[in-house]
């Protein structure tokens, strides 16, 4: 599998802070690669230096194998956290002047256009003015703003930001298509749960540093096969407080139950007969979350989900 883009040894600093410390990675052709980390961890600025907003103080970008990346940029999705509509457009006028941007003739996208608002269930709209839509449909003109001119390399800063439920399986069906479909896609996000769901590979950033990555499977598998996933009914509270127990994450009916090495799983089946019903219980990898948790710490985590 090649890579699309390879990021090393990338520099940036904003007066005494490296808000980028030496980061290298690479993005492999045809995969939903996940940029992980904590507000504030460095994804951002990163994301703006592989799409030429910044200008890294050292180290190399390259696209392709290409070190000027000029010629590719036209070839990248990128959608910003922030979002950059002109409120005062007419969607369709809008998503028109986003494709002749990417060099699309307005005439040869009209199509798409009309195939991507129906997709979004922005069809009834297209005549409105962005600034007349929600904060979650502004935010779907923008990701299809991102996808028009169909795009090799498609960059998305927390794509669900502001987005329902239901749109965020809408979105998150979408990017396996593209993906499916060979397309590349590089998603940045705090949310780790998402991109459990949806990664293929795996870059965690902390404090302007790479401190893991590599394939989701490969990864979890080499933080071995330490955590018991237990979904019950009753109360679980107890779970937390046995001697088998490094550590505990339990919300509602789950549980997910860091052991101490050479502890046995079948004493904590044993433990919970008669105080709760057993619907799941399996010994398994840890989730990105506790790994995430292990590497930065707890603190870190809790600013991230605040």
Request: aromatic share 4%; proline share 4%; with cysteine.
């Amino acid at each position: 599998m090649s890579d699309i883009l390879a990021v090393r040894d990338v520099v940036k600093t904003f007066g005494a802070v490296h808000a980028v410390d030496g980061v290298s990675f690479s993005v492999p052709r045809g995969t939903i690669t996940g940029l992980l980390g904590r507000n504030g961890a460095g994804k951002t600025t990163t994301i703006r230096m592989i799409t030429g907003i910044f200008m890294p103080d050292s180290g190399s970008i390259t696209w392709l194998g290409d070190h000027d990346g000029r010629s590719f940029r036209d070839r990248i999705g990128y959608l910003p956290e922030e979002r950059g509509l002109y409120k005062q457009m007419k969607i369709v006028e809008l998503l028109l002047f986003l494709a002749e941007i990417k060099g699309r003739r307005p005439a040869d996208v009209r199509p798409a256009v009309d195939r991507w608002l129906e997709r979004f269930e922005l069809t009834d709209k297209r005549e409105a003015k962005v600034e007349e839509l929600s904060k979650g449909n502004q935010q779907k003109v923008q990701l299809i703003g991102t996808l028009l001119h169909e795009p090799d390399l498609i960059i998305l800063d927390e794509p669900q930001s502001g987005l329902d439920p239901v749109n965020m399986v809408l979105v998150r069906n979408l990017l396996r298509e593209l993906r499916d479909a060979g397309r590349t896609i590089l998603l940045s996000t705090h949310m780790m749960g998402e991109a459990e769901r949806m990664a293929d590979e795996i870059i965690l950033i902390h404090e302007g540093k790479v401190v893991l990555n590599g394939p989701i499977d490969e990864v979890r598998a080499s933080f071995g096969k330490n955590t018991l996933q237990v979904e019950f009914d009753g109360d679980g509270a107890f779970l937390q407080s046995l001697p088998e127990v490094r550590k505990a994450s339990i919300v509602n009916n789950k549980a997910e139950l860091s052991l101490h090495e050479g502890s046995d799983p079948q004493r904590i089946l044993e433990s919970c007969m008669g105080r709760v019903r057993i619907r799941r219980f399996e010994l398994a990898s840890p989730s990105l979350e506790e790994i995430f948790i292990d590497k930065v710490g707890r603190e870190s985590m809790a600013e991230m989900t605040q």
